[in-house]
């Protein structure tokens, strides 16, 4: 059963429809993985997550440690040089989009995650260091008996120290916008080494690669990292990804993805937003995926208005609803009639999303409140449950 949702999943993966919809999609390669290069990407990561220690010799440790130098190699040509202005790297099934906002443990990753937001903050992108190559320089496959960063004993007690003139400066939606624009940014690598070490961090593409080698060494599945182009705006237009459901090939379902965080260009324009990416669809989309008939598709709007295909999921409650629901609005996904949601106003309260380490963190740059402001439990629990997917809505990556 597992077996066969995972060949239904990888159905609507990218290289399912990037060739019918390239033109409407980002640049895209692929480079198909061995059966040893996914034994050694597991492995390595199992020894990096200290999951089990000594459950592999030593000398089997060092062969798989070869066997990730060299696809390395191989992935380097797709992943260009640094002046070719970055890729962003998956697995065929998920990202390692969790990186970031998981490893609080990783104080060189934590505290990059916070320069990048205090950029965004400034609104001065300026960082070169985008990408973990400034992260982590060591690849995690070599010296694999040292831990290549360091350590924070207590992400309970850990505060990093927020730039001075950006201390209480902003609203609590201001400060997620910059947050989620930094972890979008945090995805974009300049080199081979930097996207495997995501791999090899990433719980779950652990978690990909254990299920792949538990349907065993005969079974007809294919893993393959994909690389994509670096668009250069897509982390400065963190509100401009919208998520479709897509049943018998008809579009009757639209919503803003990041279902929290209020961007007043998206309110402003209203239902013409939702108007223009319909249009998109059955001018540009919906024949060419036909065959297809039922899927969850994402949208993002460029800043010269070029609306582009992000990535298709199946049609199914695993794909977040957004601002709908699976359950009440299951009818609308299937029926219709059309319509397109988005966070209309400005909520207060956004940074309760996000887990305590982040929230607390984060609300340094948080302007205080008026005397009178009702920060009651009540208020705070609303948007809790309007936030219903923490981990989508803190990382609302374009290209998953």
């Not at 690598?189 to 299920?211: E, F, G, K, M, T």
């Not at 007809?220 to 401009?240: E, H, M, Q």
């Not at 966070?343 to 929230?359: I, M, P």
Request: aromatic share 12%.
């Amino acid at each position: 059963e597992v077996f066969k949702r995972y060949i239904y999943q990888q159905s609507y993966g990218v290289e399912s429809w990037v060739y019918d919809l390239k033109e409407h999609t980002f640049e895209t390669d692929t480079l198909v993985l061995s059966r040893a290069e996914v034994e050694a990407l597991h492995a390595i990561n199992v020894k990096r997550r200290s999951l089990r220690e000594g459950d592999e010799r030593a000398d089997r440790l060092a062969e798989h440690a070869r066997v990730v130098g060299k696809l390395a190699e191989r992935l380097a040509p797709l992943v260009g040089n640094p002046e070719d202005g970055g890729v962003f790297t998956k697995l065929n099934t998920r990202s390692a989009k969790d990186v970031a906002i998981e490893k609080v443990n990783i104080r060189e990753s934590v505290e990059h995650v916070f320069a990048l937001t205090e950029e965004e903050l400034r609104g001065s992108a300026r960082i070169v260091r985008d990408g973990t190559g400034s992260v982590l320089r060591t690849p995690l496959w070599d010296n694999l008996d040292v831990t290549p960063w360091t350590e924070i004993e207590s992400s309970r007690k850990y505060e990093f120290p927020a730039a001075a003139d950006l201390r209480g400066r902003f609203s609590q939606n201001e400060v997620l916008q910059a947050f989620v624009a930094a972890n979008t940014r945090y995805m974009r690598v300049y080199r081979a080494a930097d996207a495997i070490n995501l791999i090899l961090l990433s719980s779950r593409c652990y978690q990909d690669l254990s299920r792949v080698l538990s349907f065993g060494a005969t079974a007809d599945v294919t893993v393959s990292i994909i690389v994509r182009k670096w668009k250069a705006d897509v982390s400065g237009r963190s509100g401009f990804e919208f998520r479709g459901f897509v049943y018998a090939n008809e579009l009757n379902a639209l919503s803003q993805y990041d279902d929290v965080t209020h961007y007043p260009e998206i309110a402003r324009d209203g239902p013409q937003t939702g108007d223009r990416i319909r249009q998109f669809f059955y001018a540009q989309v919906r024949d060419k995926l036909a065959h297809m008939e039922n899927y969850v598709i994402d949208f993002f709007i460029a800043a010269d208005d070029q609306i582009f295909v992000i990535e298709l999921n199946p049609f199914h409650k695993g794909a977040g609803p957004c601002l709908f629901s699976w359950t009440k609005d299951r009818e609308r996904f299937m029926k219709g009639p059309f319509e397109y949601r988005y966070v209309k106003e400005d909520k207060g309260h956004q940074l309760a999303v996000l887990s305590r380490f982040w929230e607390r963190n984060l609300m340094q740059y948080v302007r205080p409140p008026p005397a009178d402001d009702d920060y009651s439990p009540v208020a705070i629990g609303v948007v809790v449950t309007v936030a219903a997917t923490v981990l989508t809505v803190a990382l609302a990556f374009y290209y998953r």
